[in-house]
C-alpha cells in the first residue's frame, strides 16, 4: 500500500532523492552531518595517502591493510552517525509538519506581467510540498504530456497527404481559471488519497484565494501559477476535457502541453471543417475554461480538405514552425508534391537572439572588474546556446542544447537548418557590434572576436552534437543572466 505520510521515513527518503539531484540548499543540512561528511572525506584521504606509501614501499602491506580496516571501521561509524543526525533533522520536520497549526504560506512576485507564487522557504514547507506532490501524482496517476513525443507525432502526421482540419489553440489564462469547486470535487471524491493531502491543498487554494488580486482575477478561480502541485492540479482537471475532445468525431490525433492544444481531423469525406473548433470550445466553456478566440494570433484553424494548388500553410506549435505545402494539385486528386518543412518558431529565434545579445551585455559590464573571469562566462554562455550538454539534476540523463532542443529539424533537406544558419549570422553581428569591453583594456579584441567566430556555431553545434559540460554554479550563472528558470 502507497505510504502517504508525512513522516520522518518518508522525509528521509525526499532528502536521498533531492541530495542526489543537487536540490538541496547548504543550510537544509544539519552542522554535525556537514561536519561527518568532512571527516569522512579526510578519512578516505587518508586511506589513497597510505595507499602511495605501501606503493612506494614506505610501509608494507600488512601495515597498509591494518590502517586501512581501522579507517574504515571509522568511516563505517561515521556514516551511521550521519544517518542518526539526519533521521533526528526529519523527525523534528515531520513534527512540525503534522502539527495542527502548520500551514503553507504564499509569496506573490511579478513575472513577464503575470503574478507568480512562492511558498514560503521554511525547510518544513520544502519537505511537505514534495511529500504532497508524490501523494497527488501516485495516487491520481498524473503527469505531464511529453513534448518531444507530441512534436515528432505531428511531424509524421503533417508528412502525409491525407486531407485534415487542424486546429492549434490556448487556453486563456489556463492556471488562473481552473474552477476551484470542481477540481476540489474531483480531490474530494478519490478514495485513495489521503485526509492531509486533501487538507493541504485545499488550505494552499484558501491561501491563494487571500492573496490573489480580486480585481483581476474571478474568485473561486484557478490555482497559484509557479507552485509545484498546480501542474498536477490542472492536469488532473483537464483529464475528463481531454478525453471528451479525443472522443470527438473525426479526431485522429489530440495533444495538449500545459494549455497548448494541437488537433487533427481526418473525416472520411471531404467537407468543410468550419464547425471543429466550435465543437471544440463548446467542451472547454462547459467546464469553465475558455479557448483563444478564432482571432487571436495564437489560434490557427488550418483547413487542408479540400487542397488546391499553392496551398502554403504555417503552423507554431512548441517552439516549432510546421509548413505543409501543396504543388501542381490538379482538381478532385492527391497532390503530385506535397511537401513539409519543419523551422524554429519566431518566437524561439526571438528567445536566442535575446539571449546572445545578454550574454554579451553581461561580459561588457563584467570585464571592467575582471576580464578573465567576464570572458569565461560569456564563453560559458556560447558553448551552452551552440552545444549540448546532460542536465546534472536528471536522473533518466536527459540530454538538451541545439540539437537534442531543436532535433526535429531536418539537416537533408535543403534549408532544414537555415534558422541555425541566420542565428549563426546574428551572433557574427553581436561580435563586431555588440563585443565592447571596458574601453581601458589593452589587449587585441579582433583575437577575440575571431576566437569567438571560430568556436560557436548553432549549425556545427547541431550537425556534431558537439557536447559540453558544467558544473551546477555555472548553470546557476547562466540561469541568472538570462533571468531565465530553464535551460
Not at 474531483?186 to 491563494?208: D, V
Amino acid at each position: 500500500m502507497l505510504d502517504q505520510s508525512f513522516s520522518a521515513e518518508n522525509f528521509r527518503n525526499i532528502f536521498h532523492i533531492e541530495n542526489r539531484k543537487g536540490n538541496l540548499k547548504k543550510e537544509m543540512f544539519p552542522a554535525k552531518y556537514i561536519d561527518l561528511i568532512k571527516e569522512i572525506k579526510s578519512l578516505k584521504a587518508e586511506i589513497k595517502e597510505k595507499s602511495r606509501e605501501r606503493k612506494d614501499g614506505t610501509i608494507t602491506k600488512e601495515e597498509y591493510q591494518s590502517i586501512k580496516d581501522e579507517k574504515n571501521s571509522k568511516i563505517k561509524e561515521c556514516k551511521k552517525k550521519k544517518d542518526d543526525v539526519l533521521y533526528e533533522q526529519v523527525k523534528e520536520i515531520s513534527a512540525n509538519v503534522n502539527n495542527d497549526s502548520f500551514r503553507f504560506t504564499i509569496n506573490v512576485e511579478e513575472r513577464d506581467g503575470k503574478p507568480v507564487y512562492q511558498l514560503g522557504d521554511s525547510i518544513e514547507v520544502f519537505y511537505a510540498i514534495k511529500q504532497l506532490q508524490y501523494n497527488i501524482r501516485k495516487t491520481f496517476k498524473v503527469k505531464q504530456a511529453d513534448r518531444y513525443s507530441i512534436l515528432k507525432q505531428i511531424k509524421l502526421l503533417l508528412s502525409d497527404n491525407f486531407p485534415k482540419y487542424i486546429i492549434r489553440t490556448d487556453i486563456k489564462s489556463f492556471y488562473e481559471s481552473i474552477p476551484q469547486v470542481g477540481l476540489l470535487e474531483k480531490i474530494e471524491q478519490n478514495t485513495l488519497l489521503n485526509y492531509q493531502s486533501k487538507k493541504f491543498i485545499a488550505g494552499i487554494i484558501e491561501e491563494y484565494e487571500a492573496k490573489k488580486d480580486p480585481r483581476e482575477f474571478e474568485a473561486k478561480k484557478g490555482v497559484p501559477r509557479g507552485i509545484g502541485i498546480s501542474a498536477y492540479l490542472a492536469e488532473l482537471y483537464m483529464r475528463d476535457i481531454d478525453n471528451k475532445i479525443k472522443s470527438l468525431e473525426n479526431v485522429t490525433f489530440y495533444a495538449r502541453y500545459v494549455d497548448d492544444i494541437f488537433i487533427i481531423f481526418t473525416p472520411n469525406t471531404k467537407s468543410s471543417g468550419t464547425n471543429y473548433f466550435e465543437k471544440v470550445n463548446k467542451i472547454i466553456t462547459s467546464s469553465g475554461l475558455e479557448l483563444k478566440p478564432e482571432t487571436d494570433a495564437k489560434t490557427q484553424l488550418v483547413d487542408m480538405l479540400n487542397k488546391i494548388e499553392g496551398f502554403n500553410s504555417s503552423i507554431n506549435y512548441l517552439g516549432y514552425k510546421f509548413n505543409p505545402q501543396c504543388i501542381k494539385l490538379k482538381a478532385d486528386e492527391n497532390p503530385i508534391d506535397y511537401r513539409l518543412s519543419v523551422n524554429l518558431s519566431d518566437n524561439k529565434i526571438d528567445k536566442y537572439k535575446s539571449r546572445i545579445k545578454l550574454s554579451f551585455d553581461t561580459y561588457n559590464k563584467e570585464s571592467k572588474y575582471d576580464e578573465r573571469r567576464a570572458r569565461k562566462i560569456l564563453f560559458d554562455c556560447l558553448r551552452m546556446l551552440t552545444g549540448n550538454t546532460n542536465l546534472i539534476n536528471s536522473k533518466n540523463g536527459v540530454k538538451v542544447g541545439v540539437y537534442f532542443s531543436n532535433s526535429l529539424l531536418d539537416k537533408e533537406k535543403k534549408d532544414g537548418l537555415k534558422d541555425l544558419k541566420s542565428l549563426d549570422g546574428f551572433l557574427t553581428r553581436m561580435v563586431y557590434s555588440n563585443l565592447l569591453p571596458y574601453a581601458e583594456l589593452l589587449f587585441d579584441i579582433e583575437k577575440l572576436r575571431n576566437q569567438i567566430k571560430q568556436s560557436f556555431s548553432f549549425q556545427k553545434g547541431f550537425e556534431e552534437k558537439r557536447f559540453h559540460k558544467f558544473k551546477i554554479k555555472e548553470l546557476k550563472t547562466l540561469k541568472k543572466i538570462w533571468a531565465d528558470e530553464t535551460i
